[in-house]
């Protein structure tokens, strides 16, 4: 047969005549037609920063990469299915395409090495590609965003992105969702559905199931036939609660992995087939289904008369007692089982009791909980599959704290900037909004100041009514309290961390390695200089003159204000350990920035090594602790705290010696430092280093401490909120600020309030003294 032609099913498909299909295709609305794409994932191509060579055709992913593309661009020859494809008609890539993210030349590299194929090949970020040097910028453009969708052949596919921008976690953020509601509103309930990203939601790096049950929610109306994903360097279908799942396998290693998945619709049924690299293994049949959409069981929720909406926030349920009430109703199929838990405490579980026809009941005990937002999760059994639903609620006994939340269209991954009875809250979606909250608590009002269109990652610094911040590849912006911009400057990277000022510059580090000075008064450059061979994503420290920085090559920089020149530069705690393991990028000094006390530098990093620098010589003195996130300066600039890696926030004096410890406050490994706040408010004008930091905790305090305490507040990974005295350590205030879902901004705080912004797009002020 001549190449021009190819078999599929026992059809000729004739290039000619394929071509002329796929141009009408798309006009036949609704209508499903066979095609063929592949699903590749797990990419890890080799980093290319300032000076290095290009991977050459002997590294092992980009060699992994190579051999795809070749293949990528041919019939298929489905050995377990007995036909031969056309080529295929695009590729999906389901992420880590990157090993460190796109520093320098990097991602030039993987653009030249699938640009033989010639065919559409859509991307999601993975972890490995936000992480060190993130690829939001070109995920605009490439595909105009980082969440984006499009119709082929009678089906819609959609990109979500799970990977965190500069964070190694997952995350199904409050932007996320809000673009995936508004994406499937345009689309038909039967349209056949395929989603795409990096995470299977199966694991355990998601807050907790609340949140990937609330992504079921979200396209639970609608005919979602796949999601295709990575991560697992692996070939394998999963089912999830009701949604099916399978991993595109690895072009990089472990080398018996190599291979992709070809995915194939024939006669509107749907056959997932792993083709291996190596010949001598047999290509595997890893799902087959229709397209047709199959409305299974499901649980839906029955409102009680104490669910109402919370103030400028949305509507919960709110609990006062002792007990949680749930009722559901179950539809499409009879349970063998009901029950219901609360926040995935194994310990809260309780069978539900039929309540009617498909109806079920029950309560759950309340009393061990703390003041503030939680979840119920009911899973229905249905034999050996079951399938889970959850809703949060507001858990309200007397004695809580008086408290308002707002929400915003974004996630909030920088703290929140406290100003006077006001906040300042910077979001994923680039948007600077200030937040009212009203006196006595009940109303909110919100006012955009700003929108960059990306994202913005640390908070403003304010200086003399001015709001200094960094906006991603948009550059540094000056923006005034009224919302009147000044000046932008592109400093020609993207750049991400807080800005320090000084009476007449600007200063911030870039995502290439440089540092830059800007003129206050003018926005212009007064000068740039490359110091760090990897990316620098967290404010700079501008301390007597000399700006300290981390960078993800591994070192700690000094550098002069005055013309950027380089003053010292030394490896990061964890580099003086004689390991070469630990002289890598993974575990560099460079998502917290280093906090100086007197004549020394405190630094910590992703080894969590806590370590002491000569501030002048930057000779390292040795480790202080080890099991440490993050580090934030006291208010009297002669001590820190620390922020334990699973649990526990310390106060240090001067001299890196213990003052107190809170052992037992649950933390997490989120860089987002204890933060103190003193009440004066005056103190707000220096930026966000009055905005606090984040740990957890558990256990309640309901008594509001008098006026002038100076406290210490942390949240926890997952929303728990402590307010400590800063003498002694002793807990104030314990309040569960968001459902167990990802906090990972440092809070806000002065002497009367705390605020707390979350992912999922929530900002709470929780009230220190007495209403």
């Given at each position: 047969?001549?190449?021009?032609?190819?078999?599929i099913?026992?059809?000729?498909?004739?290039?000619?005549?394929?071509?002329a299909?796929?141009?009408?295709?798309?006009?036949?609305?609704?209508?499903?037609?066979?095609?063929?794409?592949?699903?590749?994932?797990?990419?890890?191509?080799?980093?290319?920063?300032?000076?290095?060579?290009?991977?050459?055709?002997?590294?092992?992913?980009?060699?992994?990469?190579?051999?795809?593309?070749?293949?990528?661009?041919?019939?298929?020859?489905?050995?377990?299915?007995?036909?031969?494809?056309?080529?295929?008609?695009?590729?999906?890539?389901?992420?880590?395409?990157?090993?460190?993210?796109?520093?320098?030349?990097?991602?030039?590299?993987?653009?030249?090495?699938?640009?033989?194929?010639g065919?559409?090949?859509?991307?999601?970020?993975?972890?490995?590609?936000?992480?060190?040097?993130?690829?939001m910028?070109?995920?605009?453009?490439?595909?105009?965003?980082?969440?984006?969708?499009?119709?082929?052949?009678g089906?819609?596919?959609?990109?979500?992105?799970?990977?965190?921008?500069?964070?190694?976690?997952?995350?199904?953020?409050?932007?996320?969702?809000?673009?995936?509601?508004?994406?499937?509103?345009?689309?038909?309930?039967?349209?056949?559905?395929?989603?795409?990203?990096?995470?299977?939601?199966?694991?355990?790096?998601?807050?907790?199931?609340?949140?990937?049950?609330?992504?079921?929610?979200?396209?639970?109306?609608?005919?979602?036939?796949?999601?295709?994903?990575?991560?697992?360097?692996?070939?394998?279908?999963?089912?999830?609660?009701?949604?099916?799942?399978?991993?595109?396998?690895?072009?990089?290693?472990?080398?018996e992995?190599?291979?992709?998945?070809?995915?194939v619709?024939?006669?509107?049924v749907?056959?997932?087939?792993?083709r291996?690299?190596?010949?001598?293994?047999?290509?595997?049949?890893?799902?087959?289904?229709?397209?047709?959409?199959?409305?299974?069981?499901?649980?839906e929720?029955?409102?009680?008369?104490?669910?109402?909406?919370?103030?400028?926030?949305?509507?919960?349920?709110?609990?006062?007692?002792?007990?949680?009430?749930?009722?559901?109703?179950?539809?499409?199929?009879?349970?063998?089982?009901?029950?219901?838990?609360v926040?995935?405490?194994?310990?809260?579980?309780?069978a539900?009791?039929?309540?009617?026809?498909?109806?079920y009941?029950?309560?759950?005990?309340?009393?061990?909980?703390l003041?503030?937002?939680?979840?119920?999760?009911?899973?229905?059994?249905?034999?050996?599959?079951?399938?889970?639903?959850?809703?949060?609620?507001?858990?309200?006994?007397?004695?809580?704290p008086?408290?308002v939340?707002?929400?915003?269209?974004?996630?909030?991954?920088?703290?929140?900037l406290?100003?006077?009875?006001?906040?300042i809250?910077?979001?994923?979606?680039g948007?600077?909004?200030?937040?009212?909250?009203?006196?006595?608590?009940?109303?909110?009002?919100?006012?955009?100041?700003?929108?960059?269109?990306v994202?913005?990652?640390?908070?403003?610094?304010?200086?003399?009514?001015?709001?200094?911040?960094?906006?991603?590849?948009?550059?540094?912006?000056?923006?005034?309290?009224?919302?009147?911009?000044?000046?932008?400057c592109?400093?020609?990277?993207?750049?991400?961390?807080?800005?320090?000022v000084?009476?007449?510059?600007?200063?911030?580090?870039?995502?290439?390695?440089?540092?830059?000075?800007?003129?206050?008064?003018?926005?212009?450059?007064?000068?740039?200089?490359?110091?760090?061979?990897?990316?620098?994503?967290?404010p700079?420290?501008?301390?007597?003159?000399?700006?300290?920085?981390?960078?993800?090559?591994g070192?700690v920089?000094?550098?002069?204000?005055?013309?950027g020149?380089?003053?010292?530069?030394?490896?990061?705690?964890?580099?003086?350990?004689g390991?070469?393991l630990?002289?890598?990028?993974?575990?560099?000094?460079?998502?917290?920035?280093?906090?100086?006390?007197?004549?020394?530098?405190?630094?910590?990093?992703?080894?969590?090594?806590?370590g002491?620098?000569?501030?002048?010589?930057?000779?390292?003195?040795?480790?202080?602790?080890?099991?440490?996130?993050?580090i934030?300066?006291?208010a009297?600039?002669?001590?820190?705290?620390?922020?334990?890696?699973?649990k526990?926030?310390?106060?240090?004096?001067?001299?890196?010696?213990?003052?107190?410890?809170?052992?037992?406050?649950?933390?997490?490994?989120?860089?987002?430092?204890?933060?103190?706040?003193?009440?004066?408010?005056?103190?707000?004008?220096?930026?966000?280093?009055?905005?606090?930091?984040?740990?957890?905790?558990?256990?309640?305090?309901?008594?509001?401490?008098?006026?002038?305490?100076s406290?210490?507040a942390?949240?926890?990974?997952?929303?728990?909120?402590?307010?400590?005295?800063?003498?002694?350590?002793?807990?104030?205030?314990?309040?569960?600020?968001?459902p167990?879902?990802?906090?990972?901004?440092?809070?806000?705080?002065?002497?009367q309030?705390?605020?707390?912004?979350?992912?999922?797009?929530?900002?709470t002020?929780?009230?220190?003294t007495?209403?």
């Amino acid at each position: 047969m001549s190449r021009s032609c190819c078999v599929i099913g026992g059809r000729l498909w004739c290039r000619a005549v394929l071509l002329a299909w796929l141009a009408v295709s798309a006009a036949w609305a609704g209508a499903i037609r066979d095609f063929c794409f592949l699903h590749t994932s797990d990419n890890h191509l080799s980093p290319q920063p300032v000076g290095a060579p290009a991977p050459g055709p002997d590294d092992r992913a980009l060699s992994g990469l190579t051999w795809f593309v070749a293949e990528a661009g041919k019939p298929q020859v489905v050995e377990p299915l007995q036909l031969t494809t056309p080529p295929p008609a695009f590729v999906i890539d389901t992420g880590d395409l990157t090993e460190y993210g796109v520093i320098h030349r990097t991602w030039d590299t993987f653009e030249a090495a699938i640009a033989p194929l010639g065919i559409p090949f859509y991307v999601t970020p993975g972890n490995h590609d936000n992480t060190w040097t993130g690829i939001m910028q070109v995920m605009r453009k490439r595909h105009g965003g980082d969440h984006y969708s499009f119709d082929k052949f009678g089906c819609h596919f959609a990109c979500i992105d799970s990977a965190t921008p500069q964070e190694p976690l997952p995350s199904l953020e409050r932007r996320t969702l809000a673009w995936l509601t508004d994406d499937l509103r345009r689309v038909a309930r039967d349209t056949p559905v395929f989603l795409f990203c990096h995470h299977p939601l199966s694991g355990p790096e998601f807050a907790k199931p609340f949140e990937q049950l609330r992504f079921l929610q979200t396209i639970e109306d609608h005919n979602v036939v796949l999601l295709m994903m990575g991560h697992g360097h692996g070939h394998r279908h999963e089912r999830w609660n009701t949604l099916d799942s399978v991993m595109g396998g690895t072009t990089s290693h472990p080398v018996e992995n190599i291979g992709y998945n070809i995915m194939v619709v024939r006669d509107e049924v749907l056959h997932v087939v792993f083709r291996p690299r190596d010949a001598a293994k047999p290509m595997q049949v890893v799902l087959k289904k229709p397209l047709a959409a199959a409305r299974g069981p499901r649980i839906e929720f029955v409102d009680s008369a104490s669910r109402a909406r919370m103030p400028g926030g949305d509507s919960v349920e709110t609990i006062s007692g002792r007990e949680t009430p749930v009722q559901v109703r179950v539809r499409g199929g009879r349970p063998g089982r009901v029950t219901a838990s609360v926040d995935d405490i194994e310990a809260t579980t309780v069978a539900l009791t039929p309540a009617g026809p498909g109806r079920y009941g029950g309560t759950i005990g309340a009393a061990d909980l703390l003041p503030g937002r939680h979840f119920v999760e009911v899973t229905a059994a249905f034999g050996d599959r079951k399938i889970d639903a959850a809703r949060e609620f507001q858990f309200v006994p007397p004695g809580s704290p008086s408290v308002v939340q707002a929400n915003v269209d974004a996630g909030v991954k920088a703290a929140p900037l406290a100003v006077g009875d006001e906040v300042i809250v910077v979001t994923t979606g680039g948007e600077v909004q200030r937040l009212s909250f009203g006196r006595p608590p009940g109303k909110t009002t919100a006012e955009r100041l700003f929108d960059a269109g990306v994202e913005i990652l640390h908070p403003p610094r304010l200086a003399d009514g001015k709001l200094y911040f960094s906006a991603a590849e948009k550059g540094v912006h000056c923006l005034g309290l009224d919302g009147k911009l000044a000046w932008t400057c592109n400093v020609g990277a993207t750049v991400y961390g807080t800005p320090a000022v000084d009476g007449q510059r600007v200063y911030v580090a870039d995502m290439q390695g440089s540092a830059h000075a800007i003129d206050r008064a003018t926005g212009k450059i007064v000068w740039s200089k490359r110091h760090a061979a990897y990316s620098v994503e967290t404010p700079v420290l501008l301390c007597d003159g000399v700006l300290y920085f981390g960078a993800w090559d591994g070192l700690v920089y000094a550098v002069n204000a005055d013309d950027g020149t380089l003053k010292w530069k030394k490896p990061g705690p964890a580099g003086h350990m004689g390991q070469a393991l630990f002289r890598s990028r993974y575990y560099a000094p460079a998502d917290c920035p280093p906090v100086a006390v007197g004549d020394r530098l405190f630094v910590t990093d992703r080894a969590y090594k806590l370590g002491e620098y000569r501030i002048e010589t930057g000779e390292y003195l040795g480790e202080i602790a080890s099991d440490i996130a993050a580090i934030g300066p006291t208010a009297d600039g002669r001590g820190f705290y620390a922020r334990g890696l699973s649990k526990g926030v310390t106060r240090y004096d001067g001299a890196g010696k213990v003052v107190w410890t809170a052992a037992d406050v649950p933390m997490g490994r989120f860089p987002a430092p204890p933060v103190e706040a003193t009440g004066e408010s005056d103190r707000l004008e220096a930026g966000p280093t009055v905005a606090l930091d984040s740990p957890r905790t558990p256990s309640r305090s309901r008594a509001a401490e008098p006026r002038g305490v100076s406290r210490v507040a942390a949240c926890s990974n997952r929303g728990t909120l402590v307010v400590l005295d800063a003498c002694t350590g002793q807990v104030l205030l314990r309040y569960q600020a968001a459902p167990q879902l990802h906090v990972m901004a440092p809070p806000a705080a002065d002497d009367q309030r705390v605020y707390v912004a979350g992912m999922d797009g929530s900002v709470t002020r929780i009230e220190l003294t007495s209403p």
